[in-house]
């Protein structure tokens, strides 16, 4: 689906947007593609590596800081739903579900 909605996430593939409790953030697109991943495997520990595959088209997945910088920025953007994306010490992160997801 060209759509996501989960608690106050609205995901847009097809125009590569979010609205969140409904006012757009403004995402670059590796945010954007961070955000649908994590939104899509809710509730699963997705490692850094898979996500410098998935996202980043990276090949060489020697360690880098480039996921937890732009998690980071993605968090910032996310205000007060920032801890639904939760980092799990030495495995990578994860999008907490929620009941009323």
Do not use: C
């Not at 996500?51 to 007060?80: C, F, I, P, Q």
């Amino acid at each position: 689906a060209d759509r996501i909605s989960v608690g106050p996430f609205e995901l847009d593939r097809a125009s590569f947007e979010v609205r969140l409790a409904g006012t757009k953030l403004d995402l670059t697109s590796i945010e954007f593609k961070l955000l649908v991943m994590l939104i899509e495997k809710r509730g699963q520990i997705l490692a850094r590596e898979d996500l410098l595959r998935d996202v980043w088209g990276y090949r060489n997945l020697a360690h880098s800081r480039t996921v937890d910088t732009h998690m980071r920025r993605l968090r910032a953007k996310l205000d007060e739903h920032a801890e639904r994306i939760e980092t799990v010490h030495g495995q990578g992160y994860r999008f907490r579900a929620e009941e009323h997801d």
